[in-house]
């Protein structure tokens, strides 16, 4: 049986919330997960796909920042599924969002030398890309042109989760 992509979100925020001391195991499952999920868009592209906008749809801000660390293996492999989603996150509603997934690409966008387009490159952009999503950041944090996400379905299933383990834990 497959993980659905909510379960998996809902299996990165608890292994990422859990408290280091008690479980010592957490470290390096969380780190199996990251990894997993990085090169989840070579291995099944769909289900990344899926998973990477699952993420990209939380209702907190950290999730979204995280899979925007996260995609660039996933535009490397789609292009037009990982543009879209850079697009999503640099016009977020959380200006922390915004910057922490725009400042990485930021360096490859504004400068046109030879290392630049191989940055570009590794980010699975163009100098196109790069200048579409700079323009998008700047009207979104200046000018408040920010892209809000529904999050009504997972902030249900969370709390749903939550409710789960809080009584599992009373047992």
Same mark, same amino acid.
């Given at each position: 049986m497959r993980l659905q992509p909510l379960e998996i979100f809902i299996m990165r925020?608890?292994?990422h919330d859990m408290p280091l /001391?008690?479980?010592p195991g957490c470290d390096e499952l969380a780190s199996e997960l990251q990894r997993q999920l990085t090169v989840l868009p070579q291995t099944n592209l769909i289900f990344a796909r899926n998973v990477y906008g699952t993420f990209a749809q939380s209702p907190y801000?950290? /999730?979204r920042l995280n899979v925007g660390?996260? +995609?660039r293996s996933l535009t490397r492999v789609d292009h037009e599924t990982g543009l879209a989603?850079?697009?999503q996150l640099v016009r977020d509603g959380n200006p922390v969002v915004r910057r922490d997934? +725009?400042?990485?690409m930021r360096s490859h966008v504004d400068s046109a030398d030879g290392s630049v387009e191989e940055g570009r490159a590794q980010e699975g952009l163009t100098l196109a890309d790069g200048n579409q999503l700079r323009d998008e950041f700047i009207r979104a944090h200046y000018l408040g042109g920010c892209h809000v996400v529904g999050h009504a379905a997972i902030t249900d299933a969370l709390r749903e989760a939550t409710h789960s383990v809080e009584s599992f834990a009373r047992i």
């Open positions: 925020r608890y292994v /001391d008690g479980f801000p950290i /999730d660390l996260m +995609f989603l850079w697009s997934v +725009f400042e990485p």
